[in-house]
């Protein structure tokens, strides 16, 4: 069967891209990174992903008069290249309603927090001032509204009493690197619908409540 198609966007470090094409080399995966696109040149993902063979594009959104025209552009390479799944990865810029409607439920984002609480930036320093014990990440469908589309899935990791921003959010990202590839398998495999708000996931068991935790 043919392998599905993911774009993923980037702004920067390209971490998660990363572990999503690491995940892609498996010759069982379903699904092959098509193009990686950044709004930045200068992002250092793009060199990673160069360096795994993987097409890249760059889409200065400078250069562009609003937000919709500089997605529109996005879009076209996308579709371009046959993407049938939109993975956003650190990508950050805020983008028009027109994006996530044309690829309603074919766009997913990961953020390090568990959402709904703690939506936005600065995530993991808002979970320690708020105090909480437990934190993590979320990969949600993306809707119009920020950080707030359906959830598909979410890992949980401890807030340790010494913890600073840097070390909550090395500890989340492990996490978020087992995440959002098993998120995406599950969507290239067919197994996840949407109603409303609610994800189910289909023939994993207890897929929908899926948690990790991780040692310190
Ligand atoms: C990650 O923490 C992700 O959850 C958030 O932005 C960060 C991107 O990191 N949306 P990287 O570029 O994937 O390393």
């Not at 959002?180 to 495999?189: K, Q, S």
């Amino acid at each position: 069967m043919a392998k599905l198609k993911v774009g993923i966007l980037i702004s920067g470090r390209g971490s998660n891209m990363a572990a999503l094409i690491e995940a892609a080399r498996a010759p069982d995966y379903p699904a092959e990174i098509a193009a990686v696109i950044s709004n930045v040149a200068s992002a250092a993902g793009l060199e990673l992903a160069r360096d795994a063979g993987v097409p890249t594009v760059v889409v200065p959104h400078k250069e562009f008069p609003d937000r919709e025209s500089f997605d529109r552009v996005v879009s076209a390479e996308l579709e371009k290249r046959g993407v049938g799944l939109v993975a956003l990865a650190g990508f950050m810029r805020i983008q028009s309603p027109w994006f996530p409607g044309h690829w309603k439920d074919r766009i997913v984002n990961i953020h390090p927090s568990l959402l709904p609480a703690f939506p936005g930036l600065r995530v993991q320093q808002q979970a320690i001032d708020a105090g909480v014990r437990i934190s993590g990440c979320t990969v949600h469908f993306v809707t119009a509204d920020l950080d707030s589309g359906p959830i598909i899935a979410q890992a949980a990791v401890p807030v340790l009493p010494d913890d600073d921003a840097d070390r909550l959010a090395a500890r989340i990202l492990r996490q978020e690197h087992r995440l959002y590839p098993l998120v995406v398998r599950w969507f290239a495999e067919g197994r996840l619908s949407v109603s409303s708000a609610q994800v189910a996931v289909a023939g994993v068991p207890n897929g929908a409540t899926l948690l990790f935790s991780s040692d310190p």
